[in-house]
Structures are given as structure tokens and as C-alpha cells.
């Protein structure tokens, strides 16, 4: 089996899972507490705009969790474009797990446990195509 056909190393499908989980757990609950803010704010655009990026939010959570599950399958089959594409796409989450990190307390909860579980899901996705001789 060439280098870039390996299987991945072990665990690392759960990292993926949790990390796409986390991400739209805390959209939803950025969603939750940006409609409680604009049902309680006397300023109409502020309320909408904290509604309209809460929305925006989720739903990038929602399609990087999306994307993240869905190349799984070929990454468990041993495809390297797979691997080459997780880490591009989870770039994007580190994009924007670092954005929220300036939001409110379950975006920041959120991004640091995220950070976290991207960090070990790419070094443990990267480790997987070393060769045994280095």
C-alpha cells in the first residue's frame, strides 16, 4: 500500500465527529443567545445584525460539520485527496473558530474546546502517512 493509501490512524473518526458536533452546538447556542439579545434590545438593527450573524454562523457550522462527516468515508478508504481536503476545510474551521473567539461566552467555550479538537484530529489525520522507517 503506497504512502498516501494508508488508513488513517485509529481514533481519529471520533475527533472529526465531536469536532463537527461541537461547532454546531455552539451555533445553535450562539443562535439562542443572539435571539434573546434581540428580543431584549431597544435598538432594532443591533438585535438583527447579532440575529443575521448568529444565522450566518450556524449555518457555516452546519456545512463544515457537514463536509467534515462526509469525507470520512473516503478518508477511511485510504484516499489521500480525502486527507488533503479535511485539512483545507478544517483551516476554514480554525477560521473561523478564531473569529468567535471574540463573541459571546458559548462562542468562546465552544471555539477553545474546537481548537482543541481540530489540533488532534490533524495531527493525528498527518501522522497516519508517515512511513514506519522514520
Known amino acids: 500500500m503506497s504512502e498516501l493509501r494508508q488508513r488513517p490512524a485509529p481514533g481519529g473518526t471520533w475527533l472529526w465527529v465531536a469536532a463537527s458536533l461541537v461547532g454546531i452546538t455552539g451555533g445553535v447556542a450562539n443562535y439562542l443567545l443572539a435571539t434573546a ?3 431584549h434590545t431597544e435598538v432594532a438593527g443591533v438585535g438583527a445584525a447579532a440575529l443575521v450573524s448568529a444565522v450566518l454562523d450556524l449555518g457555516c457550522w452546519l ?12 478518508l477511511r478508504g485510504g484516499h489521500g485527496w480525502a486527507r488533503i481536503a479535511l485539512t483545507a476545510i478544517a483551516g476554514l474551521g480554525v477560521l473561523l473558530d478564531l473569529m468567535n473567539l471574540f463573541g459571546s461566552w ?4 465552544t471555539a477553545v474546546v474546537q481548537l482543541v ?10 501522522r497516519a502517512v508517515r512511513p514506519a522507517s522514520l
Open 63 to 74: 456545512v463544515l460539520g457537514l463536509l467534515w462527516l462526509a469525507l470520512l468515508v473516503p
Open 117 to 126: 479538537l481540530l489540533a488532534a484530529a490533524l495531527v493525528r489525520l498527518h
Open 106 to 109: 458559548a462562542t468562546i467555550a
Open 37 to 39: 439579545a434581540a428580543a
